[in-house]
């Protein structure tokens, strides 16, 4: 079975960093896109970054563009988001995603279909 | 970034009505959409891709429609399970966005 287990969510100050790691099984880690979406207290979900298979291409939202680095580690089925000079608005849970590519036919699909649990990030003085 | 409205926020209904949920882009995105159900303290769920493709185990009460900019989630008849936050997003291009949220409450 797929499993995404992320860790590292914590209590920071405002301009502090941190490191979130997303531990992968159960499938060939390497193949997958990888996401981070993130969802502030009562608040919907946010895309943050993504990552290709290979640590090649990676994208961000603009909020974080700049501050935020997402990479991975293949050898360790790994995924990361270092999260610098972090701000109040960057509370939240954050959960690593998985983003399956589905073939119908002539016509090829995105979408995120394994999901951690989440680890929680609080930003405070 | 494309933005994606989706409606309602929220609403209530009973046990076996017919509920109907909509996104609409801001521009066209082909139907790369996907919708996604969010219980409370739990991550979410995928139940649509490809704006009406049914992920596989979701049953088939859950259905999508549209293409473009207008998209619609359908749940033929609500089940106590189904209470929960919907959410679509748009894999068309970067910013991946999704829509605020529509959070379906018992009536």
């Known amino acids: 079975d797929v499993q995404l287990v992320e860790s590292g969510g914590t209590l920071v100050r405002p301009g502090g960093s941190l490191r979130l790691a997303c531990a992968a099984s159960g499938f060939t880690f390497k193949t997958y896109w990888m996401m981070w979406v993130r969802q502030a207290p009562g608040k919907g979900l946010e895309w943050v970054a993504n990552?290709?298979?290979?640590?090649?291409?990676?994208y961000y939202v603009d909020s974080v563009e700049g501050r935020f680095t997402i990479s991975r580690d293949n050898a360790e089925n790994t995924l990361y988001l270092q999260m610098n000079s972090l701000r109040a608005e960057d509370a939240g849970v954050y959960y690593c995603?998985?983003?399956?590519?589905?073939?119908?036919?002539?016509?090829?699909?995105?979408?995120?279909?394994?999901w951690g649990r989440g680890t929680l990030v609080a930003v405070s003085s | 970034a494309i933005q994606m409205t989706q409606s309602p926020y929220s609403l209530s209904a009973s046990i076996g009505d017919r509920v109907i949920i909509t996104c609409r882009a801001s521009q066209g995105i082909r139907n790369d959409l996907a919708w996604y159900q969010q219980k409370p303290g739990r991550a979410p769920n995928l139940l649509i891709y490809g704006a009406s493709r049914l992920q596989s185990g979701v049953p088939s009460r859950f259905s999508g429609s549209g293409s473009g900019t207008d998209f619609t989630l359908t749940i033929s008849s609500l089940q106590p399970e189904d209470f929960a936050t919907y959410y679509c997003l748009q894999d068309y291009n970067y910013p991946r966005t999704f829509g605020r949220g529509t959070k379906v409450e018992i009536k």
């Open positions: 995603a998985r983003d399956q590519n589905y073939r119908y036919g002539s016509a090829y699909y995105d979408a995120l279909d394994s």
């Open positions: 990552i290709k298979g290979d640590g090649s291409t990676r």
